[in-house]
């Protein structure tokens, strides 16, 4: 298993500012992930955080609106850049190791207001 | 592409009710397959996981089995109690990927 640490749990934000997340995890792992979830929906993958390059957004992101750091393999940030109400939502860290399950934070609720 | 479809909810039942949630994937060559769980306010869980064909996976009372001839792995409890109150996510993971596709959530709501 894997103990993953996410912060802040919950923030209320002004629009147009940005807020960056935080995601420890308690050992190395090879895989890092970003997901939204939006209020009553499913989780979306945003991007994998890639250690040492940068990471590979899904389509619908661009990393002007959401750029992630990993700057080692037990931690990496996701920013919500020129926050709108829109952007109100959950964001999850996940990670996996090789061929094993992913195992997730538990989560970042924003309210951007 | 690959694609969960699960059974809408909310679903509201009585304590010791059977539950059964229905899922159905789309996706080519023999995905993964697993069932995550969402207590209220918390991030998700891995309920349990099954990674090839008629294998059962189960949890704290909970089971499913990965049925390739319907492209299933509907989720069963037997009894469920209020502390089962949840959003359940069917999702599946490809063999040569790393990527989970999520189903839309069930809310299921126990009451006593």
């Known amino acids: 298993s894997a103990v993953i640490s996410q912060k802040p749990s919950r923030d209320i934000c002004q629009r147009g500012t940005s807020l960056t997340i935080q995601c420890q995890v308690d050992?190395?792992?090879?895989?890092m992930f970003w997901y939204r979830q939006q209020p009553g929906q499913s989780l979306t993958l945003i991007a994998t955080?890639?250690?040492?390059?940068?990471?590979?957004?899904e389509s619908g992101f661009v990393i002007d609106k959401f750029p992630i750091s990993r700057p080692n393999l037990t931690f990496s940030t996701l920013t919500v850049s020129n926050m709108s109400p829109e952007d109100s939502s959950i964001y999850l860290c996940?990670?996996?190791?090789?061929?094993?399950?992913?195992?997730f934070g538990q989560g970042t609720r924003l309210t951007v207001v | 592409g690959d694609s969960v479809t699960q059974m809408e909810g909310p679903v509201t039942l009585s304590e010791e009710a059977c539950l059964t949630i229905?899922?159905?994937?789309?996706?080519?060559?023999?995905?993964?397959l697993f069932w995550y769980v969402q207590y209220p306010g918390e991030g998700l869980q891995l309920l349990l996981k099954a990674t090839k064909a008629d294998d059962k996976g189960s949890n704290k009372g909970f089971e499913a089995t990965y049925r390739k001839e319907t492209t299933s792995f509907h989720l069963e409890k037997g009894s469920v109690q209020v502390s089962d109150s949840a959003v359940y996510f069917c999702a599946l993971k490809r063999s040569n990927d790393y990527k989970l596709s999520f189903g839309a959530g069930t809310t299921v709501t126990v009451r006593a």
């Open positions: 050992s190395q792992v090879t895989m």
């Open positions: 955080a890639n250690q040492g390059s940068e990471a590979t957004y």
């Open positions: 996940s990670v996996e190791r090789q061929n094993t399950e992913a195992f």
């Open positions: 229905n899922c159905t994937y789309t996706a080519t060559g023999y995905p993964s």
